[in-house]
């Protein structure tokens, strides 16, 4: 059972550059999100998905588009990226059908932009 | 800003000692969880403690909650190296799912 799976785990880029970041869930969550962490900032939201066909935005949405491809997966797109893009995106899930609900995280993508 | 804030940013103590960690927020809640993560990997959830709630016990781990301060801590009994991590806090209002994490406690045990 391995939970959340996050590709690549690695990567670096060059400013202006695309790129997607995956993202995999085997728990039958209905609810998917994207969060980025930067030192002293803890974790911000950017996009989440609350059920299979719908997303919204979260906190710092800026520059970054999603896809809910699925119920198991949830994508993160890169158009142009750019210095201040450089963190560590962490993917996550969890039931989302009631309140109270824990969330489960894969280990991050680790993104550097020059 | 709904975020939780913990205190303190940073807790140094030897094995065997207890260590408690602070989260003040300032919206009302639905929920507040505490969250686990070692270095180089993602977020684990240890606990979860709901807004009628006082107090929560999960094995070393013993989470309150005060809810009229705003405020909950996470007590970790008899610490262990590997305990060494840092320490979230995440609230939860009425959007179903979405949490609102704070920027963290780096607890380190030294053996």
């Known amino acids: 059972n391995a939970g959340v799976t996050q590709t690549p785990k690695f990567q670096v880029l060059k400013t202006g550059q695309s790129m997607t970041l995956q993202c995999a869930q085997d728990?039958?969550?209905?609810?998917m999100y994207w969060y980025r962490q930067d030192p002293g900032m803890g974790l911000r939201l950017i996009y989440y998905?609350?059920?299979?066909?719908?997303?919204d935005k979260g906190e710092v949405p800026n520059g970054y588009n999603v896809s809910r491809l699925n119920k198991r997966e949830f994508s993160l797109r890169l158009e142009s990226a750019a210095p201040s893009q450089t963190s560590v995106y962490f993917c996550?899930?969890?039931?989302?059908?009631?309140?109270?609900?824990?969330?489960?995280f894969g280990d991050g993508t680790r993104l550097s932009i020059l | 800003s709904q975020q939780g804030e913990e205190d303190p940013q940073a807790l140094s103590i030897q094995e065997g000692e207890n260590a408690t960690m602070n989260c003040s927020y300032k919206?009302?809640?639905?929920?507040l969880q505490w969250y686990r993560q070692n270095s180089g990997r993602g977020l684990v959830h240890l606990i979860l403690?709901?807004?009628?709630?006082r107090e929560k016990h999960s094995g070393r781990l013993r989470v309150t909650l005060d809810t009229s301060k705003k405020s909950s801590s996470l007590l970790i009994t008899a610490s262990r190296a590997a305990d060494t991590a840092s320490y979230f806090c995440?609230?939860?209002?009425?959007?179903?799912?979405?949490?609102?994490f704070g920027r963290g406690t780096q607890l380190t045990v030294w053996p």
């Open positions: 996550a899930s969890s039931d989302g059908q009631a309140l109270n609900q824990p969330q489960h």
């Open positions: 995440a609230t939860g209002g009425s959007t179903l799912g979405r949490l609102y």
């Open positions: 998905s609350a059920s299979e066909g719908t997303t």
């Open positions: 403690i709901r807004s009628n709630e």
């Open positions: 728990m039958n969550h209905n609810s």
């Open positions: 919206t009302s809640i639905n929920n």
